[in-house]
Each structure stands twice: as structure tokens, then as C-alpha cells.
Nanobody, 119 residues
Framework: QVQLAESGGGLVQAGGSLRLSCLVA????????LGWFRQAPGKEREFVGR????????VFDSSVKGRFIISRDNAKNWIYLQMNSLKPEDTAIYYC????????????WGQGTQVTVSS
């Protein structure tokens, strides 16, 4: 089992920055990728970006590429989503998710953290 817990959400003005954190606990070695997703009011959950647990490579959705960065600490217990040049349309609940090796979907989810960007 793996447990994920996000923190760091809040209210920020457009153009500002915010860093989200995700604490990863449990059988981390079973996880191939850790990702960030978001869900805005009235919209479906969407992919933001992910980091490989094997080689730390990252992939981002085009809507955030160049503005958001995913990183981790050396012990791999934390992953971070650095969000820069925030826009009102980035307002959403942000979720951390874990995908197991061999899985086609995300098997573990955090509870989410609210990010609100004011114009």
C-alpha cells in the first residue's frame, strides 16, 4: 500500500507562484510514476504532469509546460509541484497520484489541495 498526502495549496494572485508538496509513504518501490492532476469546478479531472520513479524524467500537459516544474527530494519521500506564472484558469483542486509498475492507471490518490488564483 502507498499513501499520498498533498499540502501547500492556497490563494495566490495571477502571475504569482505556489509550491505544492506530496508526501509519499508506504511501499514506494512499487510505484513507477507519480503524477499531479487537477479538477476545476464543473470540469473533469485532468492530467498536469508526472515524474518517473526510475529516472526522474518529467512530462507535462501543454497547458502548464514551461510554467510548472515537478521535483522530488533525494529520499523520494516527497514530490513537489512548483507552479509559476499562475493564471486564474489554474484554479482547481490538485491531486497527487501514484501508478504502480505494470498498471495502466493511477492506483493511489491523495485527498487533494485547493489552489485558487485570483485575477
Amino acid at each position: 500500500q502507498v499513501q499520498l498526502a498533498e499540502s501547500g495549496g492556497g490563494l495566490v494572485q495571477a502571475g504569482g507562484s505556489l509550491r505544492l508538496s506530496c508526501l509519499v509513504a508506504g511501499h514506494i518501490s512499487t510505484i513507477s510514476m507519480l503524477g499531479w492532476f487537477r479538477q476545476a469546478p464543473g470540469k473533469e479531472r485532468e492530467f498536469v504532469g508526472r515524474i518517473s520513479n526510475s529516472d526522474d524524467s518529467t512530462v507535462f500537459d501543454s497547458s502548464v509546460k514551461g510554467r510548472f516544474i515537478i521535483s522530488r527530494d533525494n529520499a523520494k519521500n516527497w514530490i513537489y509541484l512548483q507552479m509559476n506564472s499562475l493564471k486564474p484558469e489554474d484554479t482547481a483542486i490538485y491531486y497527487c497520484a501514484g501508478q504502480m509498475f505494470g498498471s495502466t492507471g493511477h492506483d493511489y490518490w491523495g485527498q487533494g489541495t485547493q489552489v485558487t488564483v485570483s485575477s
